[in-house]
């Protein structure tokens, strides 16, 4: 069973108005440049600043902009509720919405997004519950699954023009899932959340082979009110040859809350 070591955690803090709720993350493998993804129907990308052990010091990123729909018009609010987040190579990326459940193909901020296919099920979901979680595999095809159903969590398979679902992620205690991304070793990791009220967030990160599901192997656990509300993960592999989960957390623009950003190191 794999280890994680905590290896420390900044606060992003910016005077950009679009500023907050940080819900996705995206990393290029060296672990440097970003894009993230507000619950506001924002994108941002940027530089994570790291010292020359790679440890995080800080971040520079492009002000936010606000993601377009129908006729190139901004995303209604009612419609912007956008969760996850999945880069193709080819610099296009896809973005999983709560509210009106649904995945949205941006081939750049200045196109008209293309919607793909809605299954049935997406509509059934709760609307404050459903695709928080996006991972893109290798071949370019797309995982999703619902933060809170009952029972286990099914996993969606997107992958020439069609979905599918024949796997289930086992529910294990109190923890619901958040993010999603593929490691470099081929597995698929997914950033669980643990809320209790006051008391604050506990995270969990399992990894799974994506054609089993099941119960997977969990690789963190942190303490509850260790960190904030992390919701975004992405996964790489630094220069010593170590997986590295870097994790994002959405203050739900509060005051008292923060946009941490923290990273853990696995032993194997």
Same mark, same amino acid.
């Given at each position: 069973?794999? @280890?994680?070591?905590?290896?420390? &955690? ?47 010091l800080g971040i520079r990123a492009a002000p936010l902009q606000k993601?377009?729909?129908?006729? !190139? ?8 509720? &956008? ?26 901020? !200045? ?21 928080e979680a996006l991972a893109i595999a290798s071949d370019g095809s ?22 599918? %679902? ?5 529910? !294990? ?18 950033? @669980?959340?643990?809320? %209790? ?6 995270? =969990?990160?399992? =990894? ?12 963190? %656990?942190?303490?509850?009110? %260790? ?11 630094? !220069? ?17 809350q923060s946009t941490e950003i923290a990273e853990y190191r696995l &032993?194997?």
């Amino acid at each position: 069973m794999a @280890e994680a070591e905590w290896l420390g &955690s900044i606060t992003w803090r910016s005077d950009d108005p679009l500023m907050g709720g940080m819900s996705a993350l995206d990393l290029t493998t060296d672990g440097v440049s970003f894009v993230a993804l507000s619950d506001r129907g924002a994108v941002t990308h940027g530089i994570l600043e790291r010292d020359a052990m790679g440890a995080l010091l800080g971040i520079r990123a492009a002000p936010l902009q606000k993601l377009l729909g129908r006729g !190139q018009a901004i995303l209604p609010k009612g419609r912007a509720d &956008s969760e996850g987040l999945a880069v193709a190579d080819d610099g296009s990326f896809y973005v999983s919405f709560e509210g009106a459940t649904r995945v949205l193909h941006y081939v750049d901020m !200045q196109a008209e997004p293309i919607n793909l296919p809605r299954p049935d099920a997406f509509k059934r979901y709760s609307r404050n519950a459903s695709l928080e979680a996006l991972a893109i595999a290798s071949d370019g095809s797309l995982y999703t699954l619902p933060e809170d159903v009952k029972g286990d969590f099914p996993l969606w398979h997107f992958a020439e023009g069609v979905w599918s %679902q024949d796997v289930f992620i086992a529910r !294990q205690g109190d923890f619901l899932p958040v993010a999603a991304d593929f490691g470099p070793d081929g597995w698929l990791y997914i950033l @669980e959340r643990n809320f %209790q009220g006051i008391s604050g967030f506990a995270s =969990r990160v399992r =990894r799974f082979d994506p054609l089993i599901g099941g119960m997977g192997e969990t690789v963190m %656990q942190s303490r509850l009110g %260790q960190h904030d509300n992390l919701e975004g993960l992405a996964v790489w592999r630094d !220069q010593d040859g170590f997986i590295r989960l870097t994790m994002i957390a959405d203050d739900n623009f509060r005051f008292f809350q923060s946009t941490e950003i923290a990273e853990y190191r696995l &032993s194997d």
